[in-house]
């Protein structure tokens, strides 16, 4: 193969490995992202649960204080009934101590549904609280793998980025800066192999006449479409095999 196209190509896979670690680096701050909703998320949760348990709590309180009042007011007319002197206000008694029992009634039953209520959330809070700690060291230890590899990306590519420079160095600068306006309006990749009969950048298809030429490999063809240089090599052939 003509040793302009094996050195373009060369370069090219130097760049598609900066564009790979490069792509990767953007999606960490994402990946973080969707971590840290999910955490939140759980928190959310957690916290929605220990809402609702703080405001049975208060319900609860409110009915025993109450349950309390009416015990006290039982107990008060129980001994005035010892020292009313008509039976007017005997009988009146009577009726302010059978309503305040049915209260009583009514407040026990419901005290014992909120405290059913309460055990219930408390074991809600628990089970969460399990999830949330678990979802915190989840997002911990993904987070901190995250951040190792951008290091190791952003290292890799100054390596990549050095290579380059060497690369470059050793190519006709006519052809480098076709080849770099080629890869400024492709997304980066201006070189690319010939698939069975298509392009390996837009995959179309291209004509028998122009794989043959490329076959040979002593001049520089382009996809008619995207423009992109192309490259025959033989399925399983190493760039450096005849």
Same mark, same amino acid.
């Given at each position: 193969?003509?040793? &302009?196209?094996? =050195?373009?190509?060369?370069?090219?896979? /130097?760049?598609?490995?900066?564009?790979?670690?490069?792509?990767?680096? =953007?999606? !960490?701050?994402?990946? %973080?992202?969707?971590?840290?909703?999910?955490?939140?998320?759980?928190?959310?949760?957690?916290?929605?649960?220990?809402?609702?348990? %703080?405001?049975?709590?208060?319900?609860?309180?409110?009915?025993? =204080?109450?349950?309390?009042?009416?015990?006290? &007011?039982?107990?008060?007319?129980?001994?005035?009934?010892?020292?009313?002197?008509?039976?007017?206000?005997? *009988?009146?008694?009577?009726?302010?101590? *059978?309503?305040?029992?049915?209260?009583?009634?009514?407040?026990?039953?419901?005290?014992?549904?909120?405290?059913?209520?309460?055990?219930?959330?408390?074991?809600?809070?628990?089970?969460?609280?399990?999830?949330?700690?678990?979802?915190?060291?989840?997002?911990?230890? =993904?987070?901190?793998?995250?951040?190792?590899?951008?290091?190791?990306?952003? *290292?890799?590519?100054?390596?990549?980025?050095?290579?380059?420079?060497?690369?470059?160095?050793?190519?006709?600068?006519?052809?480098?800066?076709?080849?770099?306006? !080629?890869?400024?309006?492709?997304?980066?990749?201006?070189?690319?192999? /010939?698939?069975?009969?298509?392009?390996?950048?837009?995959? %179309? %298809?291209?004509?028998?006449?122009?794989?043959?030429?490329?076959?040979? #490999?002593?001049?520089?063809?382009?996809?008619?479409?995207? #423009?992109? !240089?192309?490259?025959?090599?033989?399925? #399983?052939?190493? !760039?450096?095999?005849?």
């Amino acid at each position: 193969m003509n040793q &302009a196209l094996v =050195k373009l190509y060369r370069l090219q896979n /130097i760049d598609r490995e900066i564009l790979e670690r490069e792509s990767m680096i =953007k999606e !960490i701050p994402l990946k %973080t992202k969707e971590l840290e909703s999910q955490f939140k998320a759980k928190k959310e949760i957690l916290e929605e649960i220990r809402q609702r348990l %703080t405001e049975n709590k208060n319900m609860e309180s409110g009915a025993d =204080k109450k349950l309390q009042e009416s015990r006290l &007011a039982i107990a008060k007319y129980k001994k005035q009934l010892l020292i009313v002197k008509t039976n007017k206000e005997y *009988s009146a008694l009577l009726m302010e101590i *059978s309503r305040e029992e049915k209260k009583v009634e009514v407040l026990e039953e419901e005290i014992i549904a909120l405290l059913d209520k309460i055990e219930g959330i408390e074991e809600e809070e628990r089970e969460e609280k399990m999830e949330v700690e678990k979802t915190e060291k989840n997002y911990l230890e =993904k987070k901190e793998k995250l951040e190792g590899s951008r290091a190791r990306f952003l *290292s890799e590519i100054g390596d990549k980025k050095i290579e380059r420079e060497k690369a470059i160095a050793d190519i006709d600068s006519n052809l480098l800066k076709r080849y770099e306006k !080629i890869r400024y309006f492709r997304d980066g990749i201006a070189v690319v192999r /010939i698939i069975g009969e298509n392009c390996g950048g837009c995959f %179309t %298809t291209i004509p028998p006449q122009v794989i043959n030429e490329a076959k040979k #490999g002593d001049k520089i063809l382009t996809c008619e479409n995207c #423009g992109r !240089i192309l490259v025959y090599i033989e399925e #399983g052939k190493d !760039i450096n095999e005849g």
